[in-house]
């Protein structure tokens, strides 16, 4: 989806006001586990100023993925500001504007995955799975012993249970 900013390209007191609807999906890959079965919203406006085409906006909409710690399936709430300044001719500070249309598949795609959690979790005091059995231990606690051992101290207690004959 294309926002075509021709008819304020010559006039710096009128704003654009828009509000388009995104389908990430049809982006293709590197969403990576996240999924999204409803389109983003993102609303905003796009004023021509003296330096070029100044757009601050809204995005909002949400993701499906799974807990990376006890992997049920969580939904996130995406809700951002953008703000961004185009050109016709880019530098450090601007993004490229090509004829005058700005492409918002891109920068909802771009502000969203920027946006994500790396590690995703259904609430911040998770417990994650069990190593041994794998019980989700925010259902219910399990019956395996779990002995924490120092790393550093691993070749000494081998050497102790070699001794012992164990």
Known sequence: MY?????IKNDKNVVLEFAEKINLETLGEGFGNFTSDKPFLITGTVQNTNDGFYLKGRITG???TNCSLCL???ELKIDLFVERLYKLVADEDSYALVD???NLDELVF???VLNLPLKPVCHHDC???CPVCGENLNERECSCTQEEIDIRLLPLKQLLEKQKGV
Request: net charge negative.
């Open 100 to 102: 005058f249309k700005i």
């Open 110 to 112: 771009e502000e969203t």
């Open 127 to 129: 417990k994650g799975l």
């Open 3 to 7: 926002l075509d900013l021709t008819s």
């Open 62 to 64: 949400e993701v499906h």
């Open 72 to 74: 049920s399936n969580i």
